[in-house]
């Protein structure tokens, strides 16, 4: 397939300074790497670098859960409180451990909090979150929640008597062979460790090590791109790694990948799916996607097995190089993949009045006006976004399908879409994958 060649090409004409590689396919692992991990150091990228692989870690952190479930400590449909009696929310919710491996809990979750470095720093975290408002009802509706994967970390933790991190090495990394994996800072230098680019000028991301708080929906844990694919041929297999060793029993493997909610809006760079924590595509394929500061992450596992791919890179434009390489390695190894959506030729004109506000969640609001026919959108950034580069838009939206709205304009390589949730006429959120309450 040529797998360096194409990697070259494609990190070079999105200004990607370090990436790796690794695909499953034939019965066959292929790798490749190119750039540098960190470009003040000039350290050559390796396919066994690893990078922060962000939020494919969820799936990892529910696997933990599903473990749990299989040795009857835990109930998927019992309240979070049966396990962590000190969670609680400033309003009355009812909220199951399944709501939080669906992310339909309905409390904030964009809250990053640092608690410490320390060993508590989960129960520091569980009860900072007594302060999360409300996005919607427990059960209700699809929001992505980075806070529900640090409580369902708290509960692995509190039911595993130990750390998180612990459990992930236990449960999860010496039964699957990973070698090359890190979930901490000083776990992290002892292997080529990428670092993040962002800006214009993609300059080092001064901030390596993310807050220990957040470890188990995404903030620390680095891979190299090889162990998320083993990850994924162990659920390929129904539960067993490499070596025949049994990690999740096959009925908790097909009840990660049964839909257990819709995604509102246009399918696309998310699924239209979710599951016990994996994303849930409709063209023959599942996995989850990751970024921290600078760094991404692409993890995709084909329905049959046959084929699985993950790529991490440290910057630049991650979404031309989606559209040039990993698109089109997908359709080559059999799958469907469709492309990114774009606006339509001839918009049809619609009415805005439902849709224009403001929506605002803890870590960002959006203004949405109307314009000529379509929506005109403005981003502005919480002062922790715009800490880790974020910065405010404004951008005209036009009609793709029902109530969502695309971006004329494309950045860096894709088109945003909105979808508003209409009820009543009215619309009452604003939904990018994240619901965004009307205020």
Request: glycine share 12%; charged share 20%; proline share 6%.
């Amino acid at each position: 397939m040529d797998l360096q060649k194409r990697l070259d090409e494609a990190a070079a004409a999105h200004d990607v300074p370090g990436a790796a590689i690794a695909v499953w396919t034939g019965g066959r692992l292929h790798e490749a790497a190119t750039g540098v991990v960190n470009r003040d150091t000039g350290v050559e990228t390796t396919p066994d670098s690893v990078f922060q692989v962000g939020s494919t870690t969820k799936v990892w952190t529910a696997a933990l859960i599903m473990q749990l479930a299989e040795e009857g400590l835990l109930d998927l449909d019992e309240e979070v409180g049966a396990y962590l009696p000190e969670f609680a929310l400033s309003y009355d919710a009812v909220i199951s451990v399944r709501q939080l491996l669906t992310h339909t809990g309905g409390f904030d979750g964009d809250l990053f909090e640092d608690t410490g470095r320390g060993d508590d720093s989960l129960d520091r975290f569980v009860a900072y979150l007594h302060g999360a408002g409300k996005v919607h009802e427990p059960g209700e509706l699809f929001s992505y929640c980075n806070a529900g994967y640090c409580v369902l970390g708290a509960i692995v933790a509190r039911l595993r008597g130990t750390t998180w991190e612990q459990a992930m090495r236990e449960h999860l990394l010496t039964p699957l062979g990973a070698t090359h994996a890190a979930l901490l800072a000083e776990e992290a230098v002892l292997f080529r460790a990428a670092a993040g680019h962002i800006g214009p000028g993609n300059d080092v991301f001064a901030q390596w090590q993310m807050p220990r708080s957040n470890a188990p929906a995404g903030a620390t844990l680095c891979l190299a791109p090889r162990e998320l694919v083993r990850f994924g041929r162990m659920f390929a297999a129904g539960g067993l790694a490499e070596d025949g060793t049994r990690v999740l029993s096959a009925e908790s493997v097909a009840a990660m990948r049964t839909p257990q909610t819709e995604v509102p809006g246009v399918p696309g760079l998310m699924a239209a799916n979710w599951g016990l924590g994996f994303e849930l595509f409709t063209w023959g394929a599942y996995g989850h996607d990751g970024g921290t500061p600078g760094q991404s992450t692409f993890w995709r596992v084909a329905d049959d097995g046959s084929y699985a791919i993950a790529m991490s890179v440290n910057g630049g434009n991650f979404f031309g190089v989606m559209n040039d390489l990993l698109l089109p390695l997908l359709r080559e190894g059999g799958l469907a993949a469709p492309d990114l959506p774009a606006p339509p030729e001839q918009p049809r004109a619609v009415d805005p009045a439902p849709y224009a506000g403001r929506y605002e969640g803890p870590q960002l609001a959006y203004e949405v006006s109307p314009a000529g026919g379509g929506v005109e959108v403005t981003l502005i950034p919480g002062a922790f976004m715009a800490s880790m580069g974020q910065q405010g838009t404004t951008a005209r939206y036009v009609h793709l399908a029902e109530d969502t709205f695309i971006a004329e304009q494309p950045e860096e390589g894709r088109h945003d879409t909105v979808t508003f949730v209409v009820r009543d006429g009215v619309a009452t959120h604003l939904h990018n994958g994240r619901a965004v309450p009307r205020v």
